[in-house]
């Protein structure tokens, strides 16, 4: 788990006994289902996936100091097994890594964008663009959500990454969620118009003051949706190669649990000109 805190894993939502029979029922059930499930269908079963991803990455963290076994793990591969499928980029990577001998190793299902790259590095995943703009890693039971280039309304080329962080308790009506990162990038050196669009997207108000992050001498703007109970909170990295910003966005609750998480991820950010 390099370069990224523990602390965030020391309160799983379900205990251990829970992980292993509830991995084992959801198995069947999404045997039984999964062909049955379209992309709005998937959501609901591919959050719960993550849920008992997470609590068990805590229990090997709490009980080997490890997120990842060395080994093979029968409840490990099985969920791992179902993640790519359900949607999230990248995860055969991992599972090829703890899957039996016996079985066969997952081709790539989903897709990725043919201007960046995935990989996997130890417990981590690293993704990059393959121009060598940017690159950045985090651990693999982190959910890759979207994956996309293409041209935002305002015309600039974007290449956008979306990640979910492991799952921690919060106080929405759930009582449960994973916080969102997201990486956004253009080659456009236009960087206050980039900018200003993004804080529309994110209905952020340009006025907001931004204060210091203690990150690489960054500053963020941040807002609360009360109503929704939303937090939303944007960085803007230099770059000499284009215009790079960082989104984290959670529930309340998450939010504050995984914020070690979003500074984590902008400390392994890399641009083509390195941040100071």
């Known amino acids: 788990m390099d370069g990224y805190s523990k602390l965030p894993l ?5 205990d251990y006994p829970k992980v292993i029979i509830e991995s084992t029922a959801f198995n069947n059930w999404l045997n039984n289902n999964y062909s049955k499930l379209d992309d709005q269908t998937m959501k609901g079963p591919r959050e719960h996936l993550y849920y008992l991803l997470s609590s068990y990455v805590s229990e090997l963290n709490n009980k080997d100091g490890i997120i990842l076994p060395g ?35 997952m081709p790539s299902v989903m897709k990725v964008s ?11 995943f690293r993704v990059e663009a393959k121009s060598g703009h940017w690159s950045t890693k985090f651990p693999y039971y982190f959910m890759i959500g979207a994956i996309n280039e293409f041209n ?20 929405s009506q759930a009582g449960r969620s994973q916080s969102t990162i997201m990486l956004i990038y253009s080659p456009s050196e236009e960087t206050k118009e980039f900018n200003d669009y993004w804080l529309t997207q994110f209905e952020i108000d340009s006025k907001v003051i931004a204060k210091p992050l203690g990150v690489k001498k960054l500053e963020s703007v941040y807002l609360y949706n009360e109503e929704a109970l939303l937090h939303k909170e944007i960085t803007f990295l230099p770059s000499s190669n284009g215009s790079l910003l960082i989104a ?29």
Request: net charge positive; glycine share 8%; proline share 2%.
């Open 71 to 105: 080994e093979n793990d029968l409840v490990l591969s099985t969920l791992l097994s179902w993640s790519e499928r359900l949607g999230a980029y990248g995860t055969h990577l991992f599972y090829n890594q703890v899957k039996s001998d016996k079985m066969k190793a």
């Open 152 to 171: 935002a309304t305002n015309g600039m080329e974007t290449q956008l990454l979306t990640i979910s962080t492991g799952a921690v308790k919060d106080k």
């Open 114 to 124: 043919e201007g960046i790259k995935i990989s996997a590095i130890n417990d981590m």
């Open 10 to 14: 020391t309160e799983p939502i379900f």
């Open 248 to 276: 984290y966005m959670g529930m309340d609750g998450a939010f504050q649990k995984n914020r070690q998480h979003f500074l984590d991820f902008l400390l392994q950010v890399k641009t083509a000109k390195p941040l100071k």
